[in-house]
């Protein structure tokens, strides 16, 4: 009998984790095809590029693949191919499931509890990657394959022959942010893969950006076959042109791994001319996630810091070394990272986590000022999610899912 109690019990807490009803909604936006064509008519694409030299790279490319369990990926050829030419990074984690929440985490430190890939919104007082950049006048951008133009705001686009995925919102990590899309200026820096095309010619790229391929080419529709042969054949040209490659670094990642009951690693290589040639084809142990997208753009470039989940990450090598920066160990053994947890987008009733404003980065920098005065007031809550300064709450609840799960399978 209490058997039968708990496993229902189980049952009902793993389907309905936190009740239903009280998560928070947004209503969505998809213009039909004539209201695209009337807003793409109107939109403004804005070519910046500045030279603010890094303290190890001056260009950083960020390229998102999907949903691939990491022996997968690492086996496919076409990405030995590309593994020979850069670092592969074998202990590289995703942060939770299923898309958007890796995509909204990577820009902004935290996913806010976000468990959905729903159209959402995160409010005009949190920060993102873009006001670190802008701090210091580092060009940035965002190039999306099939983005009908310039900043739009639709939930997808459909290929308009076939019907079939093309665009879609849960794949861009700035555009739900309040603080990029209320600005102009930020939406017109969002752009399609032909604004890439031309801004690659005019040698006007920006110096820090994101690459999302449509829904066939980056494996979400497809495999792991078409995602890495698009991966290599997109990179292939971009290796061998020495404007593209002077002093840039390249991630290629996954945004997640494809079954949720395992670890979620994901395989990821960094290329690029900043890779030295001794290092080519070599494997590097430390533990990284996509928090460390946001700390090594702040140690790169000696910015401040969001206050989030940005502040304690581990930095890639290549800037880790010459920033004199020492990444830490974690310990992964009990870290599967495929749950969400309490908080702002799953429970409505709890408010937005405060980022930590006497927060000091890994390059020694403080909180941007802005996210200062903005949160001055608010008691910083938590980290969720820290891995190096874990509270005794985030440890032990990481610990007692697990060994709930683990015991409700072996009874
Ligand atoms: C929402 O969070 C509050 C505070 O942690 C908790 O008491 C409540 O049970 C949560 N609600 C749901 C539906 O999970
Ligand atoms: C494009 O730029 C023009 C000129 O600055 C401005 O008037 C217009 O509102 C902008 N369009 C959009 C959609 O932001
Ligand atoms: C995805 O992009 C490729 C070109 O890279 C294109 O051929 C294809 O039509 C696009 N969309 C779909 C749904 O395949
Ligand atoms: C709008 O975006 C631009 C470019 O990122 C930035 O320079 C500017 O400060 C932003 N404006 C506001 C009010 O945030
Ligand atoms: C977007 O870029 C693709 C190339 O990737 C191109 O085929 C398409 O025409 C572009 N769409 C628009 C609206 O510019
Ligand atoms: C998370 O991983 C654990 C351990 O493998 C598994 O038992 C559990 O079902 C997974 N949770 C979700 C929500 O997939
Ligand atoms: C960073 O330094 C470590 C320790 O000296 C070395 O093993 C590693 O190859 C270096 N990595 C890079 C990318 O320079
Ligand atoms: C790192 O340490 C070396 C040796 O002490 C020093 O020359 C260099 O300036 C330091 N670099 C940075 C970015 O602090
Ligand atoms: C990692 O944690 C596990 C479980 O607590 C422990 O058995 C193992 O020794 C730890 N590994 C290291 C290298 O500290
Ligand atoms: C906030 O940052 C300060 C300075 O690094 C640190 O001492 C403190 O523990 C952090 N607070 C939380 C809640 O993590
Ligand atoms: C941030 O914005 C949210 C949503 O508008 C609001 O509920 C919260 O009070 C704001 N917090 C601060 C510190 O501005």
């Known amino acids: 009998m209490q058997f039968q109690f708990s496993a229902l019990a189980f049952v009902a807490l793993f389907l309905f984790p936190l009740g239903h009803c ?49 022996n997968k990926a690492a086996g496919h050829p076409d990405m030995k191919w590309l593994a020979k030419r850069g670092i592969t990074l074998d202990n590289y984690w995703a942060l939770t499931h299923p898309s958007q929440p890796n995509y909204v985490a990577s820009v902004g ?85 032909s604004q890439f095309e031309r801004d690659l010619k005019d040698h006007k790229l920006p110096q820090y950006f994101h690459i999302t391929p449509n829904m066939t080419n980056d494996g979400h529709d497809s495999s792991i076959k078409t ?26 990642t996954f945004d997640e791994n494809e079954i949720y009951s395992t670890q979620n690693q994901v395989f990821t290589i960094l290329l690029g001319g900043a890779v030295p040639d001794h ?56 870290m599967v990272n495929n749950h969400t947890y309490n908080g702002y987008f799953l429970n409505s009733s709890i408010s937005l986590p405060a980022p930590n404003i006497t927060a000091i980065n890994r390059n020694g920098k403080p909180v941007l000022q802005k996210i200062k005065d903005t949160w001055k007031d608010v008691y910083s809550s938590q980290l969720s999610h820290s891995y190096f300064t874990p509270t005794t709450t985030t440890v032990s609840a990481r610990l007692t899912n697990l060994a709930t799960v683990s015991a409700s399978v072996s009874s």
């Open 109 to 193: 430190g935290d996913y806010f509890a976000l468990d959905h890939d729903e159209y959402v919104t995160v409010p005009k007082n949190v920060s993102t990657i873009a006001d670190l950049l802008d701090s210091k006048g580092i060009s940035w951008g965002e190039y999306l394959e099939d983005m009908p133009y310039s900043g739009y705001q639709g939930f997808e686009y459909l290929n308009q022959k076939t019907q079939a995925n093309d665009y879609v919102r849960k794949h861009n990590p700035l555009i739900s942010y309040e603080s990029v899309f209320l600005n102009e200026t930020r939406l017109s820096l969002i752009k399609n893969f």
């Open 22 to 70: 009280a998560t928070r909604s947004f209503s969505s936006y998809n213009p039909d095809p004539t209201d695209v064509a009337k807003n793409a008519a109107t939109a403004n694409t804005t070519q910046l590029t500045w030279n603010v030299r890094g303290r190890a790279i001056d260009r950083f490319v960020v390229i998102w693949l999907e949903n691939t369990d990491y």
């Open 227 to 252: 995602a890495a042969h698009w991966a290599r054949s997109w990179l292939t040209p971009l290796l061998k042109n020495k404007h593209f490659m002077k002093n840039t670094l390249v991630l290629l």
């Open 279 to 334: 290092l080519k084809g070599t494997k590097d142990h430390t533990f990284y996630d996509h928090y460390s997208l946001l700390s090594s753009v702040e140690a790169n470039w000696d910015l401040d810091n969001l206050g989030r989940n940005d502040v304690n990450a581990n930095v890639f090598s290549t800037i880790a070394n010459k920033t004199n920066i020492t990444n830490r160990f974690v310990n992964t053994t009990y």
